[in-house]
């Protein structure tokens, strides 16, 4: 998707367009067709311009249209873990992704290599854990410098990115991986609270 094009305008409507699009190639992988952007465009409604806008790439499209199936809106995650506290919540999230990453392992390596090889200058990815994370942090304890900067750091600890070098290069297995994640936030969480404590 086109980061320029996506973050000008009427944002919330870029963003539905976006998710239809999705819907849609889901729609069509589950029937087990090969599609074209024109299908994926004819069956959202939309023009072919439009989809271009969006997706200049079928393979990237239907990748990020599999991965999406299975995975839980940032409203949905955050449902699910409802009054475990903040520390609970964020460490919910980084299980519910890391957990997804791990099962998923194959779809998303296939996935980030397509969009590392791309030429196009597409957003990479859906930052579905970032937004998650925000949600989780719209507490009025949390300047909105904190909020991001906090949803920033701690998404560089869940998902297929990390658990990637943790596996590759650190030589980790998946529950090595996981519990390694989990500490570096813990650690995080530990220092944040503790600073405010002082």
Same mark, same amino acid.
């Given at each position: 998707? *086109?980061k320029?094009?996506?973050?000008?305008? /009427?944002?919330?409507?870029?963003?539905?367009?976006r998710?239809l699009?999705?819907?849609s190639?889901?729609?069509?992988?589950?029937k087990? /067709?090969d599609f074209?952007?024109? !299908?994926?465009a004819?069956k959202?409604?939309i023009s /072919?311009?439009?989809i271009y806008r969006?997706y200049s790439n079928?393979?990237?499209?239907?990748a990020e249209?599999g991965?999406?199936?299975t995975t839980l809106?940032?409203?949905?995650?955050?449902?699910?873990?409802e009054?475990?506290?903040?520390?609970?919540?964020i460490?919910?999230?980084?299980?519910? %992704? *890391?957990?997804?990453?791990i099962d998923?392992?194959?779809? %998303?390596?296939?996935y980030?290599?397509?969009?590392?090889t791309?030429d196009?200058?597409e957003?990479?990815?859906?930052?579905?854990?970032k937004?998650?994370?925000?949600?989780?942090l719209?507490?009025p304890? %949390?300047t909105?410098k904190e909020?991001?900067?906090?949803?920033?750091?701690l998404?560089?600890?869940?998902?297929?990115e990390?658990?990637?070098v943790?596996? !590759?290069?650190?030589?980790?297995?998946n529950?090595?991986?996981?519990a390694?994640?989990k500490?570096?936030?813990q650690l995080?969480?530990?220092?944040? %609270?503790?600073s405010?404590?002082?």
């Amino acid at each position: 998707m *086109n980061k320029d094009y996506i973050q000008t305008g /009427r944002v919330n409507q870029k963003l539905e367009t976006r998710e239809l699009i999705l819907v849609s190639a889901q729609e069509l992988l589950k029937k087990g /067709r090969d599609f074209s952007l024109e !299908d994926v465009a004819k069956k959202a409604g939309i023009s /072919r311009a439009t989809i271009y806008r969006y997706y200049s790439n079928k393979e990237i499209l239907a990748a990020e249209a599999g991965l999406d199936i299975t995975t839980l809106s940032p409203d949905g995650v955050i449902k699910s873990l409802e009054g475990k506290g903040i520390e609970g919540m964020i460490l919910g999230i980084q299980d519910y %992704f *890391n957990t997804l990453a791990i099962d998923n392992e194959k779809a %998303f390596r296939k996935y980030l290599s397509l969009v590392i090889t791309s030429d196009s200058p597409e957003l990479k990815r859906g930052a579905r854990r970032k937004k998650t994370l925000e949600l989780a942090l719209d507490h009025p304890e %949390f300047t909105a410098k904190e909020k991001k900067d906090l949803a920033n750091l701690l998404t560089l600890l869940m998902g297929i990115e990390p658990l990637i070098v943790s596996k !590759d290069v650190v030589g980790l297995n998946n529950e090595g991986s996981k519990a390694l994640l989990k500490w570096g936030i813990q650690l995080i969480l530990k220092g944040y %609270f503790g600073s405010k404590k002082q």
